[in-house]
C-alpha cells in the first residue's frame, strides 16, 4: 500500500516521462532511465524521506533533481568521474588493484537514488574492484561531496566524511 503522497510523486513522475514504467513501492518512486552523458541506462530510486517530510514532500523540487542528474551535461559527468577516480587512486596509493587499467574507463554507473536535496551514484568498477561498488553523493549542484567504496556481499562498509580520514583509516590498515 502507498500513500497518497508517494501516489502523488509518482503521477507527477508518470506525466514528466522522466523515467520508464516508474512504480511506488516502499516508501520510494522507481524505474530506468538514461543518463546520456554516462551513455547508460540506470535504475532510478526516488526518495521523498516520508519519514522526515511527512505529507510536506516538494514533488517540483524532486522532479528537478532527477531531471538534473538523467541531463548532466558531458563536462559536468566527466568532472564527477575524474574527482571519484582521482579520490579513490589517492586513497589505494599502491594497493595492489586486481587489473591495472584507468578507473575512469573502469566505472560503469549503475544506479541513482535522488532525494530533494542530494543525489546518490553507484558504480561498479569490474576490472578493479570486482567485489565491490562505490558509491557518490552529489549535491544539488552535482558536486561530488562524498566517495565511499562498499563491498558489494555487505560484510564491511566504512563511512568517511573527508579524503583524509580515508587515507588515515588505510594507513592504520597498513600498520596492522
Do not use: C
Amino acid at each position: 500500500m502507498t500513500s497518497p503522497v508517494l501516489d502523488s510523486l509518482l503521477a507527477r513522475i508518470v506525466e514528466s516521462g522522466l523515467l520508464e514504467d516508474p512504480i511506488a513501492e516502499n516508501g520510494l518512486v522507481y524505474g530506468r532511465a538514461s543518463i546520456d552523458a554516462a551513455g547508460t541506462v540506470v535504475n532510478v530510486n526516488i526518495d521523498p524521506e516520508l519519514e522526515e517530510h511527512g505529507d510536506d514532500v516538494d514533488h517540483d523540487e524532486l522532479i528537478a533533481a532527477v531531471s538534473r542528474i538523467l541531463s548532466v551535461g558531458e563536462s559536468r559527468w566527466r568532472a564527477v568521474v575524474d574527482e571519484v577516480a582521482t579520490d579513490i587512486d589517492d586513497a589505494v596509493d599502491d594497493e595492489p588493484v586486481i587489473e591495472q587499467i584507468d578507473l575512469r574507463d573502469d566505472l560503469e554507473a549503475t544506479s541513482v537514488v535522488v532525494f530533494a536535496d542530494a543525489v546518490l551514484l553507484a558504480f561498479l568498477a569490474p576490472k578493479q574492484f570486482p567485489e565491490s561498488r562505490i558509491l557518490v553523493q552529489l549535491d544539488e549542484e552535482l558536486e561530488v561531496e562524498g566517495v565511499e567504496v562498499r563491498e558489494l556481499d555487505g560484510t564491511e562498509t566504512i563511512d568517511f566524511d573527508t579524503l583524509d580520514e580515508m587515507l588515515e583509516e588505510i594507513s592504520r590498515a597498513d600498520e596492522s
